[in-house]
């Protein structure tokens, strides 16, 4: 078995750290939060855009983050843009050019992808202020700030 799988498929172990910050009990996994991106595309990816590429970037957009972590605005982010570039090459070059797309957000697919990433945090924020009676307003402000204007928005209403 190629080494660099097994590190991939630990992104299932990578808890998504704004969530246990906010103390959310059993936070989701940063491959958790790509799925439920990919299942997104696949309900709400516009007909012009390459579903293939925008799944492609659902699934690979946090890959680094299985070496680098799993960072937030509240964590020193000065060299995260360049450590996980340089773990995205080690890792897994075959997919730098999907990586920096989403990156640089120099696609349709790429800035399609971006909104999704906040649709589905402020969704999920939705699920735990519902499951566990939390107050997850900034998550959800965060999310409306950045889908504003475009057609995602309504479904944080």
């Excluded at 190629?2 to 491959?31: F, H, I, Q, T």
Aim: proline share 4%; hydrophobic share 40%; charged share 30%.
């Amino acid at each position: 078995m190629d080494e660099g799988v097994l590190e991939w498929l630990g992104l299932k172990n990578v808890a998504r750290a704004g969530w246990v910050r906010a103390g959310v009990d059993s936070p989701e996994s940063v491959a958790a939060h790509s799925w439920g991106m990919a299942i997104l595309a696949l309900k709400l990816c516009p007909p012009g855009l390459d579903l293939a590429r925008v799944l492609s970037l659902c699934l690979i957009h946090d890959l680094p983050e299985v070496r680098v972590g799993d960072l937030t605005p509240h964590d020193d982010c000065s060299t995260k843009a360049q450590d996980e570039r340089k773990a995205m090459l080690e890792m897994a070059p075959q997919w730098i050019d999907l990586f920096d797309d989403y990156e640089n957000g120099t696609t349709p697919e790429a800035k399609f992808v971006k909104q999704l990433d906040k649709l589905d945090m402020g969704l999920q924020a939705k699920v735990y202020e519902r499951e566990q009676g939390l107050d997850l307003t900034e998550f959800l402000k965060s999310a409306q700030k950045r889908l504003e204007g475009g057609n995602l928005a309504s479904l944080l209403d």
